[in-house]
């Protein structure tokens, strides 16, 4: 079976998604992570096959507290952005047999067995 991880946000949000490639690797699956372009030597490290999607989120979210502290100002078209970026990376995984966006769908899946 071949599974795209597609991981979104700080490395904390995206190391839970090495972890589980490395282990799905293991157990003989093919399993490729997409994730913000600054992750590519995380994947690379854990030998991990990557495909860079999104932006830096933590570049961006950098540039958000500026303005904030700046403007005082909050508005965050990040929410409308990130779904327009994961609808890509989907539409480009097209081919393969699972997508998972978020840890939990997996914990659900593993409770139920």
Do not use: C, N, W
């Not at 990557?50 to 540039?63: K, M, N, Q, V, Y």
């Not at 699972?98 to 067995?113: F, G, M």
Request: proline share 5%; charged share 20%; hydrophobic share 45%.
């Amino acid at each position: 079976m071949e599974i795209a991880l597609i991981a979104y946000g700080s490395r904390g949000d995206v190391q839970p998604f090495v972890a589980l490639a490395r282990a799905l690797r293991q157990v003989g699956q093919q399993v490729r992570l997409l994730a913000p372009p600054t992750f590519a030597s995380l994947a690379v490290d854990h030998d991990i096959p990557f495909a860079p999607t999104g932006a830096d989120i933590e570049a961006h979210l950098r540039s958000r507290i500026q303005t904030v502290r700046a403007t005082g100002a909050v508005s965050d078209p990040v929410m409308r952005e990130r779904a327009a970026q994961l609808g890509a990376a989907i539409q480009a995984e097209q081919g393969t047999e699972q997508a998972l966006e978020h840890i939990s769908h997996v914990l659900r899946r593993a409770q139920k067995r």
